[in-house]
């Protein structure tokens, strides 16, 4: 084998990916060969200073400087409450579509009809409040990009 070879073997001796022959072979290399011990040292205070490096996305400072705006803030929360009451309105008019016969029988008391009105709406407040839960959980949750 030639130095090249050796060296193509470098990064995965680094990374810790060479099987215990692939290992041997090149750590036998390592004991004759000055040169490429040389780079493999340069290569591992590479990798160290590269380890330790974390880098902020430009896209991340530029929402941060988005998001410090008053304005930006008050429009986004103006938009989530008008939007959640819409879908409140609309699933209880849904709501008591379904049980629009019922409501109209004259046969029933009054605290009944109030009663599923209220269950109506409590159900459509309750759905739309989980729905925002889950969506801005979603977008929070630090473990969504990790693959098994």
Request: negative net charge.
């Amino acid at each position: 084998m030639t130095c090249q070879d050796y060296k193509d073997l470098m990064m995965g001796y680094l990374d810790n990916e060479l099987d215990d022959d692939q290992k041997q072979i090149f750590e036998q290399h390592l004991l004759n060969c000055s040169d490429c011990k040389k780079e493999l040292q340069e290569f591992r205070q590479l990798k160290e200073i590269t380890d330790e490096v974390h880098f902020v996305e430009l896209e991340d400072r530029i929402w941060d400087r988005y998001w410090s705006g008053v304005y930006n803030r008050i429009e986004r929360g103006v938009g989530w409450i008008l939007s959640s009451v819409a879908a409140i309105i609309l699933l209880i008019y849904v709501g008591f579509k379904a049980i629009e016969d019922i409501i109209k029988d004259p046969t029933l008391g009054i605290l009944l009809k109030v009663a599923l009105l209220m269950l109506i709406t409590g159900i459509a407040t309750l759905f739309v409040s989980v729905l925002r839960e889950k969506l801005y959980f979603r977008k929070k949750d630090r473990y969504k990009d990790v693959r098994r």
